[in-house]
């Protein structure tokens, strides 16, 4: 059974970029038909869709964040992470990296993991 | 972007209750329609895809439906685990929008 696990720093400074990490286990991060997501969700608020990465490499993110994110992946390591730049108080929330297919929805999350942008 | 409307956008239940949820998305989305259950503190859980095919391992008092555009997660004789919030999400094209969610809590 796959399951995901994000790490990051916690805190990040007002125009710094954040960094996430999602590390896969139990099954690896390439081939297949999966999407890998990064969503957020600020404290108190609804969930956001960030953007994708998919097994081919393809990207695919959320216009709202007007270029600021990036979505990689190590197989090396069977991660996949997350660079947001110019982050702004705004970008305060949960982080959770999800994967599935798309057609049967996202049905493996990790935990989450609190960002929190403050100088 | 699709948008997705969500209500009521809370509603006190008993235990023993029927619940009904419903999501409007913008325009035509076929039937790629998620719903997720979220308790507090924890990730998002897969209820139901496809609008109303319920996900393994989920209770059948849970069940999807669509109209047109409308969609509709009914929970049957509502249980103490199941007050959360609750959410609908579109899959149809990104950017991958959701509903507003939906605070089911205890009367």
């Known amino acids: 059974q796959v399951q995901l696990q994000e790490s990051g720093p916690g805190l990040v400074k007002p125009s710094q970029t954040l960094s996430l990490t999602c590390t896969v286990s139990?099954?690896?991060?390439?081939?297949?038909?999966?999407?890998w997501n990064w969503f957020r969700q600020p404290p108190g608020k609804g969930l956001e869709w960030i953007g994708y990465?998919?097994?081919?490499?393809?990207?695919s993110y959320n216009p709202s964040l007007k270029s600021r994110a990036t979505i990689s992946v190590d197989t090396s390591k069977n991660q996949f992470s997350l660079n947001l730049n110019s982050v702004t108080a705004a970008d305060t929330a949960v982080y959770f990296c999800?994967?599935?297919?798309?057609?049967?929805?996202?049905?493996?999350w990790g935990q989450g993991t609190m960002l929190t942008v403050s100088s | 972007d699709i948008q997705m409307t969500q209500s009521p956008s809370s509603l006190s239940a008993s235990v023993g209750d029927r619940v009904t949820v419903t999501c409007r998305a913008s325009q035509s989305i076929g039937t790629h329609l998620n719903w997720y259950q979220q308790k507090a503190g924890k990730a998002p859980n897969l209820l139901i895809y496809a609008a109303s095919t319920l996900q393994s391992g989920v209770p059948s008092r849970f069940s999807g439906r669509r109209s047109g555009t409308d969609f509709t997660l009914t929970i049957n004789s509502l249980q103490p685990e199941d007050f959360a919030t609750y959410y609908c999400?579109?899959?149809?094209?990104?950017?991958?929008?959701f509903g507003q969610g939906t605070k089911v809590e205890i009367k």
């Open positions: 139990g099954g690896s991060i390439s081939g297949g038909d999966y999407y």
């Open positions: 999400q579109q899959s149809y094209t990104t950017p991958w929008t």
């Open positions: 999800a994967t599935g297919l798309v057609w049967t929805g996202f049905d493996i």
């Open positions: 990465i998919y097994s081919t490499g393809d990207t």
